[in-house]
């Protein structure tokens, strides 16, 4: 799968993860980052960190259409922009008070960033349906291993379980991986239990293979 810091999509949510104005912190193979979805349903993606003491921007509030700072509540926009400093409520923010924004879109129930500046639109996943998002302890090439299978250049392993084919969905995290598990088409709660179990055995797996990788 094509690293982020190219400029290539990285899905690092699932839509129902982000429900209208909440915030939550999103990794990426450049760190992390906070995604933040607005009152009226706009997702945003913006670096970690408050230009005003550094706190974590995920860990903050929206209200509104804008993103707030848990510490001093500075507030922010969609594009970066300063738009309230509470201590000095008198006070327009400059212009050079702002933090880095990545393009993100919102596609097959899956949040994708891009930290470079894109040549297309991230991947469609036509027919497939988010189920659970889990994290291996492991790298893609463990992870394909387990699978007896490579990636897709969309970044997709497919996998066979009782419930059917599964679609793994991989984003690479600093040795770590991300993995969105998508179904082809709506099962039951018998079917998606089986197809959840699926994914825990191959990121068990996936895990061991990465220790003994280590361990040589």
């Not at 991986?177 to 191959?202: D, F, N, Y």
Request: hydrophobic share 40%; glycine share 10%.
């Amino acid at each position: 799968m094509p690293s982020d810091t190219t400029g290539f999509w990285t899905p690092v949510a699932l839509s129902r993860d982000l429900p209208a104005g909440t915030a939550m912190p999103a990794r990426t193979a450049s760190g992390s980052i906070a995604l933040w979805r607005s009152a009226s349903g706009r997702i945003s993606a913006s670096a970690d960190r408050c230009p005003h003491r550094g706190m974590r921007l995920s860990h903050g509030f929206v209200r509104g259409e804008a993103l707030s700072c848990i510490y001093h509540g500075w507030s922010y926009d969609q594009a970066g922009h300063c738009l309230r400093i509470p201590a000095h409520p008198g006070l327009a923010p400059p212009e050079t008070i702002r933090v880095a924004t990545y393009d993100v879109e919102e596609t097959g129930s899956v949040i994708w960033v891009a930290m470079g500046t894109p040549a297309s639109k991230p991947p469609r996943l036509d027919g497939l349906v988010p189920l659970r998002s889990l994290t291996a302890f492991a790298n893609i090439a463990a992870i394909e291993a387990a699978a007896g299978a490579k990636a897709s250049p969309d970044g997709i392993v497919e996998i066979d379980a009782s419930a059917g084919t599964i679609s793994l969905l991989l984003s690479p995290q600093d040795g770590q991986t991300l993995i969105h598990v998508l179904l082809k088409g709506v099962l039951g709660p018998a079917g998606a239990i089986g197809a959840s179990r699926a994914a825990e055995s191959l990121r068990r797996r996936a895990e061991g293979l990465q220790k003994k990788e280590i361990a040589r």
